[in-house]
């Protein structure tokens, strides 16, 4: 703050023994006996050891700390660690300043206190379009099934229109979500720990198909939803089918996509449980 250092992220590439490890470190400004001398500051390995695995680099000294911007498994954050002017090591864990309720970095701290720093969100809905009998594109507006910053995606349709079915979250802690377009409710039809790749309902908006994430094989499963959009007990339907795609008009068999190289398109007959790869 009063101009005398600069605080940078760096690499001590003349280090000998062993792999040389990114570090935030302190050098001074004015010509002298110390010109040249950076000191490290330990400050990114005492932020890893608090279980944040990305750290981005430091925004500046937030009264006698020093301020910056990390992300855990679910955020992105602020955060600000303390590090002494006279030794320039840090001396304590980091703290959190935001809750990072949006994607929160670049801070910027003033010699008042106050911290600037960019905050956005990002939100992937499930839009529709209409189309004519010809199959093309009716109206210049589209439609917005679903609202809300989670993302949701791999929508499918029953016939009518009244039901959707989609997958909702990031890896890890995918599943398989419901809307009744008619009442706007929404309901969760799977709630493990398993990730959900991809999911389709059945043309009469009675049953709901997914896939189980790989690595590994991917198992198909299916169950009948209850009017209040609550799911069945869940029936193993392929071992190792792959992602779910469709299902067919007559709702008897299901498309699907394996995972092998590459990659095969092919039909379950859901009574014989029979596979054909037709592509």
Request: hydrophobic share 35%; proline share 7%.
């Amino acid at each position: 703050p009063d101009g005398a250092h600069i605080l940078f992220q760096g690499v001590d590439v003349w280090r000998t023994g062993g792999e040389a490890s990114p570090d935030w470190w302190v050098a001074p400004v004015a010509e002298g006996k110390d010109t040249g001398k950076a000191v490290k500051t330990g400050a990114l390995d005492s932020i890893k050891r608090s279980g944040l695995p990305t750290i981005y680099a430091p925004g500046g000294w937030y009264r006698d700390k020093v301020v910056f911007s990390a992300r855990d498994d679910s955020a992105r954050f602020l955060l600000a660690i303390p590090l002494s002017a006279r030794t320039w090591q840090v001396h304590g864990p980091p703290e959190a300043l935001t809750f990072g309720t949006g994607v929160e970095g670049y801070p910027s701290p003033s010699p008042s206190g106050a911290i600037a720093f960019t905050s956005y969100k990002n939100e992937i809905n499930i839009w529709s379009r209409s189309i004519d009998e010809s199959g093309w594109v009716k109206g210049k507006e589209p439609r917005k099934l679903t609202t809300g910053q989670a993302y949701k995606t791999n929508g499918s349709m029953n016939i009518d229109g009244t039901r959707l079915v989609f997958v909702l979250g990031h890896r890890p802690g995918t599943n398989v979500w419901i809307r009744d377009l008619v009442s706007g409710r929404e309901a969760s039809l799977t709630i493990d720990a398993k990730d959900k790749c991809s999911t389709a309902i059945s043309p009469d908006g009675i049953r709901v198909v997914w896939s189980v994430c790989g690595p590994g094989p991917e198992t198909m499963f299916m169950a009948t939803i209850n009017p209040d959009l609550s799911a069945s007990i869940p029936e193993k339907v392929c071992d190792d089918c792959g992602r779910v795609v469709d299902w067919s008009r007559a709702g008897d068999s299901i498309l699907f996509v394996d995972h092998s190289n590459p990659v095969r398109i092919g039909i379950l007959t859901l009574s014989s449980g029979a596979r054909t790869m037709i592509a």
